[in-house]
């Protein structure tokens, strides 16, 4: 039992969320459903590592984690995630200033 890794000491909600709505999100490892995805049996994976998903809420957990909820583009399925089983498709320094709708005539 000494080998089971505790998130206790970790406190995400003191900062900002680190992804936004709309991030486009890798899975960093597979995930299985743990009784609480409705309609899939346990033990069923519900994405892959590497799959590609979007953030489409976020919420938190025991007034500690942000949890994003993330759907995976080739599944379909919608899953919460912690930071820690994801990461940026593309980094932050990669993407552009989003271009602004360009004015309308008068």
Do not use: W
Request: net charge negative; aromatic share 10%; with cysteine.
């Amino acid at each position: 039992m000494s080998n089971i890794v505790r998130d206790s000491e970790v406190v995400e909600l003191d900062k900002p969320a680190y992804f936004t709505f709309g991030d486009k999100v890798l899975a960093k490892r597979t995930v299985r459903n743990d009784g609480t995805y409705a309609g899939k049996e346990i033990g069923e994976i519900l994405c892959r590592k590497g799959e590609v998903g979007y953030v489409v809420s976020i919420g938190t957990f025991l007034q500690q984690f942000y949890i994003y909820g993330v759907e995976f583009t080739d599944t379909g399925h919608r899953v919460g995630m912690k930071r820690k089983e994801l990461e940026l498709a593309v980094p932050r320094d990669e993407i552009g200033d989003i271009p602004l709708p360009a004015e309308l005539p008068a």
